[in-house]
């Protein structure tokens, strides 16, 4: 897979795109990622990129030229056209099925923007989807596109050490995962539960199952009601 990032802050992704797993996958080559700054194709003396909103109103709003004149040479840099998505939260929102979706895409090519807004040409002239982390206001996109990377980059095969990890995370089955317990067997006199030192691989299991559908009724319901939703749509 191949990742794009159209952004005004490059240096922000470079830890982040640097460490633990995304690392791995990159220096596996399971995930190739390339920054562009936009801020290199404003045509402005001073580098600007926004500008004023016609009509009046508070905050900047990021000129079309600049992202046009950036996207158009970052879809040149490799031969798959890739889906195109705009950071905001005006978009649709990320889930776990949203990640898998894209965990099976060869590019994707995200557009960070300041929150204030793109000048509405770049939605449109450039067939860009929208998408969301959620229902809340960051200053721009990097974050947002740093989470969605991350939660589709442990998707890509071979990218976690163990390939069952990622199938019981929690959301895999739209359940929040059981809890895991490791050395020692007491802590401060908490005892790790006797079925998990039973052997009994069956029933640990079960008992997992069991653990996941009770927390996500008592943390998570609305969970539990999209699934029964997604049940009875199909
Ligand atoms: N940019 C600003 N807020 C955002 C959000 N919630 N999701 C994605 N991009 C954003």
């Known amino acids: 897979m191949r990742v794009d990032i ?3 802050f490059p240096e922000v992704f470079e830890s982040p795109l640097s460490s633990s797993i995304i690392k791995r996958a990159r ?3 399971l995930i190739e990622i390339a920054l562009t700054d936009i801020r290199d194709f404003s045509t402005d003396n001073y580098r600007k990129v926004d500008d004023k909103p ?3 109103g508070p905050g900047m709003v990021m000129m079309p030229g600049p992202v046009f004149d950036c996207f158009e040479h970052v879809q040149k840099l490799s031969p798959e056209k890739g889906r195109v998505f705009l950071l905001t939260p005006q978009g649709q929102k990320f889930d776990q099925a949203k ?3 894209l965990s099976a895409e060869k590019r994707l090519i995200f557009i960070d923007g300041k929150y204030e807004g793109f000048d509405e040409r770049i939605r449109t002239g450039l067939g860009a989807e929208q998408i969301s982390i959620g229902d809340y206001v960051l200053s721009g996109g990097e974050f947002a596109a740093m ?3 991350d939660a589709v980059v442990r998707l890509l095969e071979g990218a976690l050490g163990d390939e069952d990890s990622a199938k019981d995370d929690s959301f895999s089955e739209g359940l ?3 809890p895991q317990y490791t050395r020692p067997e007491i802590y401060r006199g908490m005892k790790v539960p006797d079925i998990l030192l039973s052997g009994d691989h069956a029933k640990i299991a079960e008992w997992r199952r069991q653990q996941s ?3 996500t009724k008592k943390w998570r319901p609305d969970l539990l009601n ?5 049940a009875s749509a199909k």
């Not at 999209?226 to 997604?230: A, G, L, P, R, S």
Request: glycine fraction near 12%.
């Open 176 to 178: 929040l995962e059981y």
């Open 213 to 215: 559908l009770e927390r």
């Open 6 to 8: 159209l952004t005004l």
């Open 27 to 29: 220096d596996n080559g």
């Open 147 to 149: 989470v969605i990377i």
């Open 99 to 101: 990640a898998r979706q």
């Open 226 to 230: 999209n699934n029964n939703k997604k």
């Open 54 to 56: 016609y009509g009046g």
